[in-house]
């Protein structure tokens, strides 16, 4: 059976492309929009609409988003509510209605493919399973199904760390030399050092079940990103509560990561 969405924004333009988004995201639904949510509730309350799930935007001409979804839970408990705002600050008020997403304005396709599938609503494929949570900001940690990962090695740690900060970019021995050993030349015995960092990151995800996330070729290590829960990876992808959640601090044990906090501070800044 199709799903069924109400979708709600007093800007004509910003609904259409909602509309577009949803449809294009969920192919088989259905869409009630609306530029104001009085005849959504009407229709709701005789019993001629019943929608799977609403796109409410926040903050209408002459009614309240947040009021809208009080009205809309009342006569739907069991209804999901994805508010839709230009406002970020706005997500954390939502939440107190229990709402379960919000959407950024110009809504995309992509993310509305991504809140359906948070909800378990989308046939489409499921995403790679997350096999590890990694934090970053403030000090650098890493848990295995919520229990801190432990690392054989400082330098086994770090290496992860620098290789999560490069965000599925490969690195040489050599690079990773330089970034480990910033104040040694590279010759044959800092070689083999890293060889056997490596060696030993690779044994203990792989201990861990999580051998997945590493990348390895020949003079080559990486990530796969996509295996990983990371809050640096959500602050690029734009999740509010990652960005709020950094307040100057990135991963707080290496020197070699102040270039970084720098770029993310200014970054937080300017959104």
């Known amino acids: 059976m199709s799903l069924c969405f109400l979708a709600i924004d007093d800007e004509a333009l910003a609904l259409s492309d909602l509309v577009h988004a949803l449809q294009t995201a969920e192919p088989d639904c259905r869409v009630c929009a609306q530029?104001?949510?009085?005849?959504?509730?009407?229709?709701?309350?005789?019993?001629?609409?019943a929608p799977d799930v609403a796109f409410l935007d926040i903050q209408g001409r002459g009614w309240d988003g947040l009021e809208c979804?009080?009205?809309?839970?009342a006569l739907l408990p069991k209804l999901d509510i994805i508010f839709v705002t230009a406002y970020p600050q706005y997500a954390l008020k939502s939440y107190s209605l229990h709402a379960r997403g919000y959407l950024l304005k110009p809504v995309t396709i992509e993310a509305v493919h991504e809140e359906l599938k948070n909800l378990g609503l989308t046939r489409a494929e499921t995403q790679p399973q997350k096999l590890l949570c990694v934090k970053c900001f403030g000090n650098f940690d890493v848990f295995c199904r919520g229990v801190p990962l432990t690392f054989p090695r400082a330098k086994c740690k770090e290496l992860f760390a620098y290789l999560i900060y490069r965000n599925g970019a490969g690195c040489s021995l050599k690079e990773i030399a330089a970034v480990l050993y910033e104040d040694r030349a590279y010759d044959r015995s800092i070689k083999n050092q890293i060889e056997t960092f490596k060696s030993d990151l690779v044994k203990t995800l792989s201990a861990a079940d999580c051998g997945g996330v590493i990348v390895k070729k020949h003079n080559y290590i990486g990530v796969n990103p996509d295996l990983i829960d990371c809050d640096y990876y959500r602050f690029f992808a734009g999740d509010i509560a990652a960005i709020n959640s950094f307040s100057g601090e990135f991963m707080t044990q290496y020197s070699w990561a102040e270039m970084a906090t720098a770029g993310l501070s200014g970054l937080q800044k300017r959104d």
């Open 69 to 73: 979804a009080v009205q809309l839970k």
């Open 35 to 49: 530029l104001s949510p009085e005849t959504a509730l009407e229709d709701i309350r005789a019993g001629r609409f």
